[in-house]
């Protein structure tokens, strides 16, 4: 069985930084996408950033390019930690944070992933 343990979060100004962390593991095979969806407030719930375990590609929503940065620690076994560094945030970006994994990039980014985190509250004021 997967699981995905997310932690950080929080509350703060505009132009404050926040870390997201989310430790996978249970996966089968080592190769497979990690990431975040958030829903905020009026808005479908979105992909914000991806990364495949093999080679660290990674992919961001447009709206955090340049703010938002994904990594991903080195593996034990199959289980790799996620890290979402997020710089400059902005109210917009308020809203409930969910770590997801997937061995389809695809199907993670589109929002319906096979396993997901408890989620995480980001608030930002402005």
């Known amino acids: 069985e997967v699981l995905l343990v997310e932690s950080g979060g929080g509350s703060v100004q505009a132009g404050g930084s926040l870390r997201l962390s989310c430790l996978a593991s249970g996966f089968t095979y080592s190769r497979y996408y990690m990431g975040w969806l958030r829903q905020t407030p009026g808005k479908d719930r979105e992909g914000v950033a991806r990364?495949?375990?093999?080679?660290?590609?990674?992919?961001?929503?447009d709206s955090v390019i340049g703010r938002f940065t994904i990594a991903r620690s080195d593996p034990n076994g199959t289980v790799y930690t996620a890290y979402l560094q997020m710089n400059n945030l902005k109210p917009e970006d308020t809203g409930t944070y969910y770590c997801a994994a997937d061995y389809n990039g695809a199907r993670l980014w589109g929002g319906n992933p096979t396993a997901w985190g408890q989620g995480t509250r980001v608030t930002v004021s402005s």
């Open positions: 990364i495949y375990t093999n080679n660290g590609a990674t992919r961001y929503a």
